[in-house]
């Protein structure tokens, strides 16, 4: 029974690139999160997104960050004109289809490094 | 605005005792406290969570005590080992302007147990 599933694990980037980073929910879960973590810190949400809606936007960055869950596929954040500033790691959280509550499971996260 | 404030920052024991980490609370409204464990270069993984109708919750080593009128919660692991060694992060739901599956988490505990 495969978990939260993240790719790519690290990824590298250029100031002004652009990075895209995948999530695939745990089998049966259909509510999408995007957490963000710098170094030596806790994590800080970004967005709650269900199939083809985005449900709560209120921790993304105005700019440069944007991030879909289309009706197939896997759930995206992407971060466009990356600066230093964006190197943290990027984790994905999935809950069960149904679910009202807030027991969320995480991915292993996709690392990035902007150079 | 609403916080979670964890202590203590890094915490250092001998195998076989017991550690006991803390965190508080600022909103009263919230009814969802979780525990996650986070080893380096991995996602967090849940352990224990408690919800506001309990006062105490016990899976083998690990407990999580909740006393709501003081806003705050504990972890509580017996019996240290050394794989036990990771960053622990306690969280609570955003009640304002939050959603389902958005966490507030404290600033994480680095636990270290010496064999």
């Known amino acids: 029974n495969a978990g939260v599933m993240q790719n790519p694990r690290h990824l590298v980037r250029r100031r002004g690139q652009e990075a895209r980073l995948r999530c695939s929910p745990m089998?049966?879960?259909?509510?999408v999160y995007w957490y963000r973590q710098l170094p030596e810190e806790g994590l800080k949400f970004m967005v709650y997104l269900q199939k083809e809606n985005i449900i709560d936007e209120s921790g993304m960055p105005k700019e440069r960050f944007s991030a879909e869950f289309p009706k197939e596929g896997p759930s995206i954040l992407r971060i466009q004109q990356v600066v230093r500033g964006d190197s943290a790691a990027y984790f994905c959280?999935?809950?069960?289809?149904?679910?009202?509550?807030?027991?969320?499971?995480f991915g292993e996260g996709s690392w990035l490094t902007v150079v | 605005g609403e916080n979670v404030e964890q202590h203590p920052s890094t915490l250092s024991v001998q195998e076989g005792d017991s550690a006991v980490i803390k965190c508080t609370y600022s909103?009263?409204?919230?009814?969802?406290f979780p525990w996650y464990k986070q080893e380096l270069g991995k996602g967090p993984q849940l352990i224990i969570d408690i919800r506001s109708n309990v006062g105490e919750k016990k899976d083998q080593r690990i407990a999580v005590t909740l006393n709501k009128t003081a806003k705050h919660f504990s972890l509580h692991i017996t019996e240290t080992q050394p794989e036990d060694s990771a960053v622990y992060f306690c969280a609570a739901p955003r009640i304002y302007g939050g959603s389902q599956g958005n966490l507030i988490f404290g600033k994480g505990t680095k636990l270290s147990v010496k064999p």
């Open positions: 959280a999935s809950s069960p289809q149904g679910s009202s509550g807030n027991t969320i499971y």
């Open positions: 089998k049966g879960h259909s509510h």
């Open positions: 909103d009263s409204a919230s009814n969802y």
